[in-house]
Protein backbone atom coordinates (compact mmCIF):
# COMPACT_ATOMS: atom_id res chain seq x y z
CA UNK A 1 0.00 0.00 0.00
CA UNK A 2 2.89 2.38 0.96
CA UNK A 3 4.66 2.20 -2.72
CA UNK A 4 1.51 2.58 -4.28
CA UNK A 5 0.41 5.52 -2.94
CA UNK A 6 3.60 7.13 -3.35
CA UNK A 7 3.42 6.51 -7.13
CA UNK A 8 0.17 7.73 -7.05
CA UNK A 9 1.15 11.04 -5.36
CA UNK A 10 4.28 11.46 -7.59
CA UNK A 11 2.71 13.87 -10.62
CA UNK A 12 1.38 15.88 -7.60
CA UNK A 13 4.54 16.07 -5.60
CA UNK A 14 6.60 16.68 -9.59
CA UNK A 15 3.58 19.54 -9.95
CA UNK A 16 4.57 21.40 -6.63
CA UNK A 17 8.19 21.08 -7.58
CA UNK A 18 7.46 23.24 -10.91
CA UNK A 19 5.68 25.60 -9.40
CA UNK A 20 8.22 26.37 -6.24
CA UNK A 21 10.89 26.21 -9.09
CA UNK A 22 9.20 28.88 -10.70
CA UNK A 23 8.03 30.76 -7.74
CA UNK A 24 11.96 30.66 -6.86
CA UNK A 25 13.29 32.30 -9.68
CA UNK A 26 10.91 35.03 -9.95
CA UNK A 27 11.49 35.90 -6.11
CA UNK A 28 14.19 38.15 -7.27
CA UNK A 29 11.89 40.32 -9.84
CA UNK A 30 8.94 40.14 -8.33
CA UNK A 31 7.28 43.47 -7.90
CA UNK A 32 5.60 44.70 -4.25
CA UNK A 33 2.70 42.66 -3.70
CA UNK A 34 -0.68 43.41 -4.15
CA UNK A 35 -3.52 44.16 -1.51
CA UNK A 36 -4.14 40.59 -0.24
CA UNK A 37 -7.06 39.66 -2.23
CA UNK A 38 -8.88 38.34 1.11
CA UNK A 39 -11.05 40.98 0.62
CA UNK A 40 -13.11 39.90 -2.24
CA UNK A 41 -16.13 37.35 -0.71
CA UNK A 42 -14.76 34.01 -1.36
CA UNK A 43 -17.65 32.99 -3.32
CA UNK A 44 -17.49 35.18 -5.77
CA UNK A 45 -15.28 34.23 -9.26
CA UNK A 46 -15.73 30.76 -9.50
CA UNK A 47 -12.83 29.50 -12.35
CA UNK A 48 -12.28 25.61 -13.36
CA UNK A 49 -8.87 24.64 -12.67
CA UNK A 50 -7.25 23.24 -16.37
CA UNK A 51 -10.30 21.36 -18.11
CA UNK A 52 -11.58 19.53 -14.69
CA UNK A 53 -14.84 19.87 -13.55
CA UNK A 54 -13.01 21.21 -10.47
CA UNK A 55 -13.58 24.81 -9.45
CA UNK A 56 -12.14 27.88 -6.94
CA UNK A 57 -13.15 31.29 -6.58
CA UNK A 58 -9.60 32.81 -8.25
CA UNK A 59 -8.69 35.44 -6.12
CA UNK A 60 -7.35 38.33 -7.62
CA UNK A 61 -3.64 38.76 -9.08
CA UNK A 62 -3.99 34.91 -9.71
CA UNK A 63 -3.56 33.77 -13.28
CA UNK A 64 -3.90 29.96 -14.68
CA UNK A 65 -0.61 28.20 -14.80
CA UNK A 66 1.07 26.50 -17.78
CA UNK A 67 3.45 23.87 -15.71
CA UNK A 68 0.97 22.82 -13.65
CA UNK A 69 -2.98 22.28 -12.86
CA UNK A 70 -4.02 25.13 -11.29
CA UNK A 71 -3.46 29.13 -10.69
CA UNK A 72 -0.54 30.81 -9.57
CA UNK A 73 0.56 34.39 -8.05
CA UNK A 74 4.52 35.00 -8.47
CA UNK A 75 3.81 38.47 -6.61
CA UNK A 76 2.84 36.87 -3.23
CA UNK A 77 4.74 33.17 -3.83
CA UNK A 78 1.15 31.53 -4.28
CA UNK A 79 -0.45 28.65 -5.84
CA UNK A 80 -3.32 26.69 -6.09
CA UNK A 81 -2.35 23.19 -7.89
CA UNK A 82 -4.81 20.15 -8.91
CA UNK A 83 -4.52 16.48 -8.79
CA UNK A 84 -7.28 13.87 -9.04
CA UNK A 85 -7.10 10.03 -8.41
CA UNK A 86 -9.93 7.21 -9.69
CA UNK A 87 -9.63 5.38 -6.11
CA UNK A 88 -11.75 6.04 -2.92
CA UNK A 89 -10.56 8.85 -0.41
CA UNK A 90 -9.92 6.12 2.30
CA UNK A 91 -7.26 4.78 0.28
CA UNK A 92 -5.99 8.30 -0.36
CA UNK A 93 -6.10 9.44 3.54
CA UNK A 94 -4.39 6.17 4.21
CA UNK A 95 -1.53 7.85 2.49
CA UNK A 96 -1.91 11.09 4.49
CA UNK A 97 0.18 10.14 7.75
CA UNK A 98 2.74 12.40 9.35
CA UNK A 99 5.34 9.60 8.41
CA UNK A 100 4.20 9.81 4.50
CA UNK A 101 4.45 13.15 4.52
CA UNK A 102 7.82 13.71 6.53
CA UNK A 103 8.99 11.45 3.68
CA UNK A 104 7.83 13.77 1.11
CA UNK A 105 9.81 16.25 2.86
CA UNK A 106 6.39 17.98 4.25
CA UNK A 107 6.05 18.26 8.09
CA UNK A 108 2.77 17.93 8.95
CA UNK A 109 1.05 21.15 11.46
CA UNK A 110 -2.11 20.24 11.67
CA UNK A 111 -5.42 18.28 10.19
CA UNK A 112 -9.29 18.88 10.31
CA UNK A 113 -12.09 16.72 8.94
CA UNK A 114 -14.72 18.64 6.78
CA UNK A 115 -17.53 18.11 4.79
CA UNK A 116 -17.75 20.07 0.96
CA UNK A 117 -21.14 18.94 -0.30
CA UNK A 118 -22.23 15.34 -0.52
CA UNK A 119 -18.29 14.62 -0.19
CA UNK A 120 -16.49 14.42 3.12
CA UNK A 121 -12.72 14.73 3.60
CA UNK A 122 -9.39 16.70 5.68
CA UNK A 123 -7.75 19.50 5.23
CA UNK A 124 -4.02 19.40 6.32
CA UNK A 125 -2.22 22.26 6.55
CA UNK A 126 1.89 21.41 6.30
CA UNK A 127 5.01 23.07 6.15
CA UNK A 128 7.81 22.25 3.74
CA UNK A 129 11.03 23.87 2.15
CA UNK A 130 13.04 23.80 -0.93
CA UNK A 131 15.48 25.38 -2.06
CA UNK A 132 16.47 27.19 0.76
CA UNK A 133 12.83 28.57 0.86
CA UNK A 134 10.16 28.02 3.41
CA UNK A 135 6.74 27.18 2.43
CA UNK A 136 2.90 26.71 3.85
CA UNK A 137 0.40 24.55 2.20
CA UNK A 138 -2.91 24.14 2.88
CA UNK A 139 -3.82 20.77 1.76
CA UNK A 140 -7.66 19.56 1.14
CA UNK A 141 -8.13 15.98 0.32
CA UNK A 142 -12.00 15.39 -0.49
CA UNK A 143 -13.45 12.47 -2.01
CA UNK A 144 -15.97 9.64 -2.49
CA UNK A 145 -15.85 6.18 -2.81
CA UNK A 146 -14.71 6.47 -6.42
CA UNK A 147 -13.03 9.28 -6.83
CA UNK A 148 -10.44 11.77 -4.99
CA UNK A 149 -9.21 15.35 -5.19
CA UNK A 150 -6.05 16.58 -3.93
CA UNK A 151 -6.53 20.50 -4.07
CA UNK A 152 -3.20 22.18 -2.53
CA UNK A 153 -3.08 26.55 -1.67
CA UNK A 154 0.61 26.39 -1.41
CA UNK A 155 2.56 30.19 -0.43
CA UNK A 156 5.46 31.65 1.03
CA UNK A 157 5.77 31.27 4.77
CA UNK A 158 7.06 35.14 4.93
CA UNK A 159 3.99 35.78 3.16
CA UNK A 160 1.71 34.18 5.84
CA UNK A 161 -0.24 36.83 7.90
CA UNK A 162 -1.23 38.31 4.18
CA UNK A 163 -2.77 35.40 2.52
CA UNK A 164 -2.78 32.38 4.72
CA UNK A 165 -6.46 32.73 5.54
CA UNK A 166 -7.41 33.51 2.15
CA UNK A 167 -5.60 30.66 0.67
CA UNK A 168 -7.49 28.66 3.37
CA UNK A 169 -10.95 29.92 2.13
CA UNK A 170 -10.43 29.38 -1.19
CA UNK A 171 -9.50 25.70 -1.00
CA UNK A 172 -12.50 24.96 1.68
CA UNK A 173 -15.19 26.90 -0.95
CA UNK A 174 -13.95 24.77 -3.75
CA UNK A 175 -17.24 23.03 -5.93
CA UNK A 176 -17.27 20.33 -8.22
CA UNK A 177 -18.80 19.46 -10.91
CA UNK A 178 -19.35 21.58 -14.64
CA UNK A 179 -17.87 24.91 -14.58
CA UNK A 180 -17.13 27.49 -16.91
CA UNK A 181 -13.57 27.34 -18.15
CA UNK A 182 -11.03 29.09 -16.54
CA UNK A 183 -10.65 33.18 -18.24
CA UNK A 184 -7.09 34.42 -17.82
CA UNK A 185 -8.82 37.70 -18.24
CA UNK A 186 -10.51 37.80 -15.53
CA UNK A 187 -9.80 41.06 -13.33
CA UNK A 188 -8.53 42.81 -16.21
CA UNK A 189 -10.52 45.51 -18.17
CA UNK A 190 -9.25 44.41 -21.39
CA UNK A 191 -8.72 41.50 -23.32
CA UNK A 192 -6.64 40.52 -26.58
CA UNK A 193 -5.72 37.26 -28.92
CA UNK A 194 -2.70 35.84 -27.52
CA UNK A 195 -0.24 34.73 -30.39
CA UNK A 196 1.95 31.44 -29.56
CA UNK A 197 4.28 30.76 -27.70
CA UNK A 198 3.03 33.80 -26.13
CA UNK A 199 0.58 33.98 -22.98
CA UNK A 200 -0.75 35.69 -19.95
CA UNK A 201 1.80 35.13 -17.02
CA UNK A 202 1.23 37.54 -14.48
CA UNK A 203 -1.59 40.35 -13.62
CA UNK A 204 -0.94 43.53 -11.16
CA UNK A 205 -2.67 46.74 -10.79
CA UNK A 206 -4.81 45.89 -14.21
CA UNK A 207 -2.04 45.15 -16.38
CA UNK A 208 -0.85 42.30 -17.65
CA UNK A 209 2.35 40.82 -19.16
CA UNK A 210 2.80 38.40 -21.38
CA UNK A 211 5.52 36.08 -21.96
CA UNK A 212 6.54 32.68 -24.00
CA UNK A 213 4.50 30.05 -22.66
CA UNK A 214 3.15 32.32 -19.62
CA UNK A 215 6.16 31.33 -17.92
CA UNK A 216 8.79 33.63 -16.34
CA UNK A 217 11.40 34.99 -18.65
CA UNK A 218 14.12 33.15 -19.14
CA UNK A 219 17.36 33.82 -20.85
CA UNK A 220 18.59 37.08 -19.69
CA UNK A 221 17.19 40.35 -20.70
CA UNK A 222 16.68 39.45 -24.15
CA UNK A 223 13.83 37.69 -23.55
CA UNK A 224 10.79 38.46 -25.36
CA UNK A 225 7.71 40.19 -22.93
CA UNK A 226 4.79 42.37 -23.80
CA UNK A 227 2.91 44.38 -21.01
CA UNK A 228 -0.57 45.80 -21.76
CA UNK A 229 -2.40 47.99 -19.49
CA UNK A 230 -4.67 51.41 -18.90
CA UNK A 231 -3.46 54.60 -17.78
CA UNK A 232 -5.04 56.71 -14.36
CA UNK A 233 -5.64 59.41 -16.71
CA UNK A 234 -5.06 60.86 -20.59
CA UNK A 235 -2.30 63.71 -20.20
CA UNK A 236 -2.53 66.68 -22.69
CA UNK A 237 -0.89 65.73 -25.80
CA UNK A 238 -0.93 67.78 -28.58
CA UNK A 239 1.78 65.60 -30.91
CA UNK A 240 0.98 62.39 -30.46
CA UNK A 241 3.65 61.02 -32.24
CA UNK A 242 6.33 62.80 -30.26
CA UNK A 243 4.61 61.71 -27.13
CA UNK A 244 4.89 58.38 -28.05
CA UNK A 245 8.52 58.51 -28.73
CA UNK A 246 9.36 60.11 -25.47
CA UNK A 247 7.06 57.83 -23.53
CA UNK A 248 9.09 54.58 -25.23
CA UNK A 249 12.31 56.04 -24.37
CA UNK A 250 11.01 56.77 -20.47
CA UNK A 251 11.30 53.38 -20.54
CA UNK A 252 14.06 52.37 -17.94
CA UNK A 253 14.91 48.86 -19.18
CA UNK A 254 16.51 50.17 -22.63
CA UNK A 255 18.45 53.12 -24.07
CA UNK A 256 19.62 54.13 -27.30
CA UNK A 257 16.74 54.11 -28.86
CA UNK A 258 16.49 54.99 -32.34
CA UNK A 259 13.11 54.02 -34.15
CA UNK A 260 12.76 51.96 -36.97
CA UNK A 261 8.99 52.40 -37.89
CA UNK A 262 6.49 54.95 -36.93
CA UNK A 263 2.81 54.79 -38.05
CA UNK A 264 -0.76 55.92 -36.99
CA UNK A 265 -3.15 52.94 -36.44
CA UNK A 266 -6.56 52.43 -34.69
CA UNK A 267 -7.70 49.35 -32.32
CA UNK A 268 -11.37 48.82 -30.70
CA UNK A 269 -12.43 52.12 -32.25
CA UNK A 270 -9.21 53.83 -30.45
CA UNK A 271 -6.77 56.09 -32.81
CA UNK A 272 -2.97 55.95 -31.67
CA UNK A 273 0.65 55.66 -32.34
CA UNK A 274 2.39 52.15 -33.45
CA UNK A 275 6.54 52.31 -32.75
CA UNK A 276 9.15 50.11 -33.58
CA UNK A 277 12.46 50.63 -32.46
CA UNK A 278 15.87 49.81 -31.97
CA UNK A 279 18.21 49.94 -28.58
CA UNK A 280 20.29 48.59 -25.87
CA UNK A 281 19.68 47.27 -22.80
CA UNK A 282 20.53 49.70 -20.18
CA UNK A 283 22.56 47.39 -18.09
CA UNK A 284 24.16 44.99 -20.04
CA UNK A 285 24.09 46.78 -23.28
CA UNK A 286 22.57 44.06 -25.76
CA UNK A 287 21.10 44.79 -28.90
CA UNK A 288 17.19 44.80 -28.29
CA UNK A 289 13.85 45.73 -30.13
CA UNK A 290 11.16 47.51 -28.28
CA UNK A 291 7.40 47.52 -29.49
CA UNK A 292 5.15 50.59 -28.51
CA UNK A 293 1.46 50.94 -29.07
CA UNK A 294 -0.66 53.83 -27.27
CA UNK A 295 -3.94 54.11 -27.93
CA UNK A 296 -5.77 56.94 -26.57
CA UNK A 297 -9.27 56.63 -25.31
CA UNK A 298 -11.67 59.12 -24.01
CA UNK A 299 -10.50 59.62 -20.37
CA UNK A 300 -6.77 57.89 -20.61
CA UNK A 301 -4.58 55.93 -22.81
CA UNK A 302 -3.57 51.98 -23.15
CA UNK A 303 -0.30 51.36 -23.51
CA UNK A 304 1.74 48.03 -24.87
CA UNK A 305 5.26 47.78 -24.75
CA UNK A 306 7.29 44.95 -25.42
CA UNK A 307 10.69 44.11 -25.50
CA UNK A 308 12.95 41.51 -26.94
CA UNK A 309 16.61 41.01 -27.89
CA UNK A 310 17.63 41.64 -31.20
CA UNK A 311 19.22 38.27 -31.82
CA UNK A 312 17.63 35.85 -31.66
CA UNK A 313 14.02 36.41 -31.61
CA UNK A 314 13.06 37.94 -34.98
CA UNK A 315 9.18 36.51 -34.59
CA UNK A 316 8.67 38.94 -31.43
CA UNK A 317 7.59 42.20 -33.18
CA UNK A 318 5.05 40.73 -35.49
CA UNK A 319 3.18 39.07 -32.31
CA UNK A 320 3.59 41.83 -29.94
CA UNK A 321 1.98 43.71 -32.80
CA UNK A 322 -0.75 41.19 -33.72
CA UNK A 323 -1.20 40.83 -29.69
CA UNK A 324 -1.52 44.45 -29.30
CA UNK A 325 -3.88 45.30 -32.10
CA UNK A 326 -6.31 42.72 -31.43
CA UNK A 327 -6.88 44.42 -27.42
CA UNK A 328 -10.51 45.35 -26.86
CA UNK A 329 -11.77 47.35 -24.15
CA UNK A 330 -14.09 45.29 -21.81
CA UNK A 331 -15.36 45.91 -18.15
CA UNK A 332 -13.26 44.45 -15.21
CA UNK A 333 -14.39 41.45 -12.94
CA UNK A 334 -17.34 42.66 -10.94
CA UNK A 335 -18.24 45.20 -13.38
CA UNK A 336 -21.51 46.59 -14.89
CA UNK A 337 -21.44 47.14 -18.27
CA UNK A 338 -21.50 50.91 -19.41
CA UNK A 339 -20.25 51.29 -15.15
CA UNK A 340 -17.68 53.93 -14.59
CA UNK A 341 -13.92 52.18 -15.18
CA UNK A 342 -11.66 51.73 -12.22
CA UNK A 343 -8.71 53.71 -12.41
CA UNK A 344 -5.20 51.52 -12.45
CA UNK A 345 -1.29 52.80 -12.60
CA UNK A 346 -0.37 54.47 -14.83
Known sequence: MGLTLRILWLPFLLACSQWLGAARAGEGD????????????????????????????????????????????????????????????ETALGGCTAETFGAQQRRLLGREEVEIGSRTGVLFELALSRGGHDYREWFLVLGDGQRTIGLAGIFAAARAKLVSDLMRKTVLAVRVGKVEAADPFAGLAFRLDPVPPFALCRVENGCGTFTAEGRLPEGGPGAPLLAVGP???????????????????????????????????????MAGVEIVAEARHAEGGIPMVAYQLVLFDEDRYWLAQGLAGRDGHPEAVDAFRRMARSLTRRPAAGQREGAAKPETAD
Not at 33 to 54: F, I, K, N
Not at 232 to 261: C, M, N, S, Y
Open 30 to 89: APAAPAPAGERPVDDGYRALGDSDVAIPVPEGFVPASSFIGFQNLAHGASFVLKTWDLPL
Open 231 to 269: STGRPDVRDRKAWAFARLKAVHQIREVRIRERLEVEADG
